[in-house]
T-cell receptor, first 112, second 113 residues
Framework: QKEVEQNSGPLSVPEGAIASLNCTYSDRVSQSFFWYRQYSGKSPELIMSIYSNGDKEDGRFTAQLNKASQYVSLLIRDSQPSDSATYLC????????????FGSGTQLTVLP | DTAVSQTPKYLVTQMGNDKSIKCEQNLGHDTMYWYKQDSKKFLKIMFS???????INETVPNRFSPKSPDKAHLNLHINSLELGDSAVYFC????????????FGPGTRLTVL
C-alpha cells in the first residue's frame, strides 16, 4: 500500500472553475501536510502547509485536513491557466527526522 | 539571491562514469536532503543530513555517496553510473524546530547514455 496517494490525473478544468485535488495517507499519526506545485522542468514550490484539522485559506487556495479520515485536499478557486502544473501532496510521517513522503502528483490543466 | 542552488543543472555522461552534484543553501538551515525524481515525476527521498550528520539513508545503491562538508553544503557523488540513474536530482533544505517546510533547489537533470 502506498503511503501517500493522490487522485489520478490528469485533471482538466475550465478557467474560472474550482479545481479539487485530493490526497490520502496511510500513517495515522502523520503530523505535517504540504502541497507543492511543480511546473514542467522546474523544482517543487511550496504553496500550502496545514497541521491541524479544518480549512486553511491563502488567497485562491484552500487546504483541508481531516485526520480522522486521513485525507487532505487542495481547492483552487477561480482557476487560471497559470495554475496548470503538477501538484504534489507531501506528508511528514511520524518518527521521521523531517522526512517528507510525496504522492505521485496530479497534473492539472486549466483550459482558457 | 538563490536560496538553494545546485550545480550542474544538466549532466550527460556515459555508463560507468563517476560524477558529482553539488548543493549549497544560504538560508541558514541545518538540514539538507537529496531527492530523486523519476520520469513519472515520483519524488523520493534519498538522504538527509542534519548539521553534517547523516539522519536519513533510504535504500539506495551504495554507488551513491552523500557528503556534507558543512551544514550549508551537501554534495552527491555517484560511482559507476547506470542507465537507471537517469533522473532529476533535487536538493532541499529545512530548519529543524520549524514547521518542516523544505525548500528545493532547481534540480540537476542527469542523463546516462
Amino acid at each position: 500500500q502506498k503511503e501517500v496517494e493522490q487522485n489520478s490525473g490528469p485533471l482538466s478544468v475550465p478557467e474560472g472553475a474550482i479545481a479539487s485535488l485530493n490526497c490520502t495517507y496511510s500513517d495515522r499519526v502523520s503530523q505535517s501536510f504540504f502541497w507543492y506545485r511543480q511546473y514542467s522542468g522546474k523544482s517543487p514550490e511550496l504553496i500550502m502547509s496545514i497541521y491541524s484539522n479544518g480549512d486553511k485559506e491563502d488567497g485562491r487556495f484552500t487546504a483541508q485536513l481531516n485526520k480522522a479520515s486521513q485525507y487532505v485536499s487542495l481547492l483552487i478557486r477561480d482557476s487560471q491557466p497559470s495554475d496548470s502544473a503538477t501538484y504534489l501532496c507531501a506528508v511528514s510521517l511520524s518518527g521521521s527526522a523531517r522526512q517528507l513522503t510525496f504522492g505521485s502528483g496530479t497534473q492539472l490543466t486549466v483550459l482558457p | 539571491d538563490t536560496a538553494v542552488s545546485q550545480t550542474p543543472k544538466y549532466l550527460v555522461t556515459q555508463m560507468g562514469n563517476d560524477k558529482s552534484i553539488k548543493c549549497e543553501q544560504n538560508l541558514g538551515h541545518d538540514t539538507m536532503y537529496w531527492y530523486k525524481q523519476d520520469s513519472k515525476k515520483f519524488l523520493k527521498i534519498m538522504f538527509s543530513y542534519n548539521n553534517k550528520e547523516l539522519i536519513i539513508n533510504e535504500t539506495v545503491p551504495n554507488r551513491f555517496s552523500p557528503k556534507s562538508p558543512d551544514k550549508a553544503h551537501l554534495n552527491l557523488h555517484i560511482n559507476s553510473l547506470e542507465l537507471g540513474d537517469s533522473a532529476v536530482y533535487f536538493c532541499a533544505s529545512s530548519q529543524r524546530g520549524s514547521t518542516d517546510t523544505q525548500y528545493f533547489g532547481p534540480g540537476t537533470r542527469l542523463t546516462v547514455l
